[in-house]
């Protein structure tokens, strides 16, 4: 089992930046992929970046997102630039270990371990 617990979600205006952190705790020895997604009112969850073997980003977040990861730490982050108020959603880290091999990490069906989430505001 992994446990795993954003943080960094705040409102913020458009163009700001914000940086969310996802802790991970538990068998964090083996190899996983770490993701984000994320979810606004009325929309299906969506792919954001993932990070493994690989790192990927969607297209609507490429060039203005990073995704990074501290092993040490057990810790990933997404480091969010000229954000948009399209960026506005509940923002959750995920776990997988067969994504990590595969590189198949672009759906929420490919993961196996999820955060709470937490709240990013952009407003105009």
């Known amino acids: 089992q992994v446990q795993l617990v954003e943080s960094g979600g705040q409102m913020v205006q458009s163009g700001g930046s914000l940086k969310l952190s996802c802790a991970a705790s538990g068998r964090t020895s083996m190899n996983y992929a770490l993701g984000w997604f994320r979810q606004a009112p009325g929309k299906e969850r969506e792919f954001v970046a993932v990070i493994g073997t690989f790192t990927s980003y969607s297209d609507s977040v490429m060039g203005r997102f990073t995704i990074s990861r501290d092993n040490a730490k057990n810790t990933v982050y997404l480091h969010m630039n000229s954000l948009k108020p399209e960026d506005t959603a509940v923002y959750y880290c995920?776990?997988?270990?067969?994504?990590?091999?595969?590189?198949?990490?672009?759906?929420?069906?490919?993961?196996?371990?999820w955060g709470q989430g937490t709240q990013v505001t952009v407003s105009e």
């Open positions: 995920a776990a997988s270990l067969k994504a990590y091999y595969s590189g198949n990490a672009y759906f929420a069906g490919d993961y196996d371990y």
